[in-house]
């Protein structure tokens, strides 16, 4: 082994040994092991920034909960990824959000492909338990190709992330506070009129709903494809 | 064994959720047996009756008529299922919340009104400020997700609620 | 500028000081400020040079007294009289006064409570020093600790005397600073920077805003040995632009650092340079967050990061970075000029030194006051805020703003430190103190934290974004009267959920006026529900709910 490699450590998930390269987090551990996680803005290929909360763990012998998603494997961890209390925090924040917009599954392009619906029913939540807010959003339709619905935004930002880390175009941003917060492209001028939009599309297949749609796409007929994101992480990596 | 007292009501709603119900094919003679339909669009009933042990509600509640309605339904009945995703998350009613009740009734009786533009003020109940999911008002408690809940699931948890068990839709139940 | 020469020019300016006489000194702090202390200001020296007073008497502006309900507040020395609400047509009486029999009619005594209660350490040269004046402040024996720390103290002696000294951070986390600084100085990276987080956000708070508007060579100069221990060579201050004052005097105190030779290159002849720039935050308080802090700093949206890394690890541009609070910087100079142990031997046990607070509300002598640690709420409040007025009932005092906890009258005899408020609930955070008496709703001021921290969220994780939201409409409902006991259960699980789940510590401390008002006043949110009344008579309940 190289010594720039990172080194191997051995730590305790869910109360099993299980071993890890010391720069992995352990998100990606756990996949390895086939550990269910639920993750919305963790996307392989795209920096962290554990917000969503989703990811949330346990570690022995601290009150705090760490995402998994920038949680660093490191010798001697043990961490739970799955609890009474971690359920409960998920449901609520799956809750939080389709209360939060306008998710109408029913009428959306991406019914049935939505990373949020499918995260609800795992999570066994049937119904929201907090009162809608019904914000006031509008639908950006002035891109040639694509439709931004902020009604369907879960702020994930995976968008933001991808064009500025994976396309360099950095066309889209967040502007805003709290629940008033909205993802923006340019310096908020309709997504037609940005000049530095690439049209590269790569924005709309990472959005985990039906925020991002392509054009003529009716109700459930939005797939995303996410498979171009690993292939140019790894083209990268190798050409580094 | 007497038979199980059940009601269905129709809010805010399309009706796909009862043609859902009706689409459980000779399934539903099973259900038939054991049941007593007290109340609901399919039968012609014209008013709510007490004791009922189980009924299922569609739609969102709308209008002062729907609250009405929901507030007496819980008072008379022993559990109450929110059926699809106008009961259980207001779903495409909840989509004119956004734009004010005097926006929406402008927008369908004055602009797009072809003869006589006039917003009705009789026999149509007045619109709530906004149509909400059901459980907001009274307590739910069984909710069935979907636009609409397919046939299995509405058989599965109404044959649940008949046998005495509570419903579970093993993680099948999904909105839209 | 060397230590030799910084002696004589403070020898120079006390000895000018000492032959001029009279020293008229008007308060130009935010309180005094607001109530026109500066036409009073410019009226005294127009009276005296009138009066051909020019020799005897100098008028000059200072910084904050602390007395702000009674602003503006004028000093004469060496007579050792104090005035208050001075307006400018009372500048002749005044003048004439000079020399005489004092003014009685403005007169406030010097021996009240709310000046020999206190302690300054921080604040030791507010309202005594010209904040615009660099001489007033070597004068006062400033930049003297670091002159002499660079010529005769190691790095490591200086974070040695912060360790000992006991100094916890005063943004409102009490984090050992000695340790933090420790951390940053064995940190391995050829960068490493030094940032003054002036970015006070809490309402009613106005402690750094004070520090950096009437002293703020005292923050730079702490900022200066900071850097030299923990091997920095630039430095932020990041103050919000709403400190317009602060920010032209931080300005200025720059410039004329650096025309001293005290801040910049080979700094009092030695080899250590050290720059310091400003960066104004746009005002979101979540820029006062030190991962927010940092990415602002840079030139991105201001929004938290997970920690660790910890700035110290892996700051601003990926390298160690030294945080600390204004309050905290102004700590470090007198801490290195006197000792640790001096320090160290002010306070309780795991408190160590003086806390300044802005003391606000209902009380008789709102203001800004530093007092040592382990003074208990009960003297704070009711020697030196002289009580409540009107006649009215305490009923709680909110200590750390948006994210520190209301306190009832049971604990008022408890001593004040970080462990203790954080045991029944709340946190020092890094100042406010807003007392309340009875005509306050708690479920009201509840609703008005949260509405703070509602709009203050910066969107970034679901918890804090939509939780606090929730929670909002949940105590919105209540002071309405228009929610049920199914609420206050989920109003209860919200923050526990938000406490234990938001990215930051907006997030995660935004239930804490809730949960406190819940612990401790708990009859007043089950009235609001059960009976649709409010105790205090202060929400409007619906009539609806109440029928």
């Known amino acids: 082994m190289s010594p720039a490699a990172p080194g191997v450590v051995t730590f305790v998930m869910d109360g099993k040994d299980v071993s890890a390269r010391a720069d992995q987090t352990v998100l990606a551990v756990a996949r390895e092991h086939n550990v269910a996680i639920p993750t919305l803005c963790a996307l392989e290929g795209l920096s962290t920034v554990g917000a969503c909360r989703l990811c949330l763990v346990e570690i022995a012998g601290s009150p705090k909960l760490q995402p998994a998603c920038v949680l660093k494997a490191t010798e001697g961890l043990n961490v739970s990824t799955r609890s009474e209390r971690l359920d409960k925090y998920r449901k609520m924040i799956v809750e939080l959000l389709l209360s939060e917009r306008n998710h109408v599954c029913s009428v959306c392009v991406s019914n049935g492909h939505c990373d949020l619906q499918s995260l609800a029913q795992s999570l066994g939540i049937d119904h929201v338990r907090f009162p809608y807010l019904y914000p006031s959003f509008a639908v950006d339709a002035s891109h040639a190709r694509f439709t931004l619905d902020h009604n369907r935004c879960v702020l994930c930002t995976r968008c933001v992330r991808v064009c500025d880390e994976v396309e360099g175009a950095h066309t889209w941003d967040v502007m805003g506070r709290g629940i008033r917060s909205q993802v923006i492209t340019g310096l908020k001028q309709p997504w037609g009129e940005s000049e530095s939009c690439t049209t590269c599309g790569k924005c709309v297949q990472v959005c985990p709903t039906g925020a991002l749609s392509e054009k003529g796409k009716s109700v459930a007929e939005m797939r995303k494809r996410r498979d171009f994101l690993p292939y140019l992480t790894q083209m990268r990596e190798e050409h580094a | 064994m007497s038979k199980v007292r059940l009601a269905t009501v129709w809010m805010d709603g399309c009706s796909g959720c009862h043609m859902s119900f009706l689409d459980m094919d000779e399934r539903i003679l099973e259900i038939a047996d054991k049941v007593d339909l007290v109340y609901s669009p399919l039968v012609d009933i014209k008013t709510f009756p007490e004791s009922v042990d189980v009924t299922i509600v569609e739609g969102a509640v709308s209008n002062e ?6 507030k007496m339904i819980r008072a008379r009945t022993k ?40 917003v009705p003020n009789k026999v149509i109940p007045p619109l709530l400020p906004q149509a909400r999911p059901l459980h907001e008002f009274v307590p739910v408690d069984v909710f069935v997700p979907g636009c609409p809940p397919s046939a299995d699931d509405i058989f599965s948890v109404v044959a649940d609620l008949l046998a005495g068990r509570t419903p579970d839709l093993h993680g099948r139940g999904r909105f839209g | 500028m060397t230590l030799e020469e910084l002696q004589a020019l403070a020898e120079k300016t006390r000895a000018a000081a000492a032959v001029a006489g009279r020293v008229v000194r008007v308060c130009q702090g935010t309180g005094c400020h607001s109530a026109g202390s500066d036409t009073v200001q410019q009226a005294l020296a127009r009276e005296t040079k009138e009066r051909g007073m020019g020799e005897a008497v100098t008028v000059m502006r200072v910084g904050c007294r602390g007395l702000c309900a009674s602003g503006p507040i004028v000093s004469v020395s060496p007579d050792n009289l104090l005035y208050r609400s001075v307006e400018a047509s009372d500048a002749p009486e005044l003048a004439a006064s000079l020399g005489g029999e004092p003014l009685e009619r403005l007169r406030l005594p010097s021996d009240s409570p709310f000046f020999a209660r206190q302690k300054k350490i921080a604040l030791e040269n507010l309202g005594q020093i010209d904040p615009e004046s660099i001489e007033d402040y ?101 103050v919000r632009a709403e400190y317009p004052l602060a920010v032209s005097r931080l300005r200025k105190a720059i410039r004329q650092a650096e025309q001293y030779g005290l801040l910049g290159d080979k700094i009092g002849g030695s080899d250590f340079g050290f720059k310091v720039e400003l960066r104004l935050g746009a005002g979101a308080f979540v820029c006062g967050e030190e991962t927010a802090l940092m990415a602002s700093v840079e030139g991105q949206r201001g929004t938290p990061r997970p920690r660790p890394p910890f700035p110290a690890q892996a700051g601003l541009w990926g390298c160690p970075t030294l945080i600390n609070n204004v309050e905290t910087f102004a700590n470090i100079a007198p801490i290195v000029r006197r000792g640790g142990e001096w320090y160290a031997a002010i306070g309780t046990p795991k408190s160590k030194g003086t806390k300044v ?85 708690m479920v009201d001021v509840a609703r008005y ?44 699980e919200l923050c526990d959920m938000v406490r234990n789940t938001s990215l930051c510590g907006l997030g995660q401390s935004a239930p804490n006026p809730v949960i406190t008002t819940l612990r401790y006043f708990r009859d007043e949110y089950e009235a609001h529900i059960r009976d649709k009344r409010c105790p205090a008579g202060r929400c409007r309940i619906s009539q609806e709910a109440a029928a």
């Not at chain 3, 910066?458 to 209540?478: E, F, N, S, W, Y």
Request: aromatic residues 6%; glycine residues 14%; negative net charge.
């Open chain 3, 357 to 441: 607070f802005a003391l606000s509300g209902r009380v008789v002598h709102t203001g800004l006051i530093e007092v040592p640690m382990g003074i208990t709420l009960r003297e704070i409040i009711f020697e030196i805020g002289g009580g409540i007025p009107d006649g009215k009932k305490f009923k709680a005092v909110q200590t750390g703003g948006p994210s520190g906890g209301c306190v009832p009258e049971k604990f008022l005899d408890m001593p004040l430190d970080y462990d203790s408020l954080v045991s029944i609930g709340s946190i020092m955070g890094s100042g406010g103190m807003i007392v309340m008496d009875e005509t306050s709703c």
């Open chain 2, 65 to 70: 008529d729907d609250l009405k309605k929901a």
């Open chain 3, 449 to 492: 934290f949260m509405d703070f921290c509602t709009g203050e969220s910066c969107g970034k994780c679901v918890p804090c974004r939509v939780g606090t939201a929730q929670m909002h409409r949940v105590l919105d409902d209540i002071t309405r009267g228009t929610a049920s006991e199914g609420d206050l259960a989920r109003l209860e």
């Open chain 3, 138 to 238: 070597i004068a006062a024996g400033g930049y003297t600790a670091l002159l002499t720390a660079l010529a005769s103290m190691a790095p490591a002696e200086i974070i040695q005397q912060v360790s000992v000294s006991g100094l916890r951070g005063r943004g409102g986390a009490g984090y050992p600073s000695g340790l933090k600084w420790g951390t940053v100085a064995k940190a391995a990276g050829a960068e490493k920077y030094v940032v003054c987080n002036g970015d006070e956000g809490d309402p009613g708070a106005f402690m750094d805003r004070s520090v950096m508007e009437g002293d703020p060579h005292r923050v730079l100069e702490g900022m200066t040995l900071a850097a030299y221990a923990v091997g920095a060579k630039h430095g932020f201050v990041y």
């Open chain 2, 79 to 118: 559990i109450l299922v929110a059926l699809g995703d106008c009961a259980v998350t207001s779903n495409v009613p909840a989509m004119r919340n956004q734009f004010g009740t005097e926006g929406v009734l402008a927008r369908a009786y004055l602009e797009n009104a072809q003869i006589n533009p006039h």
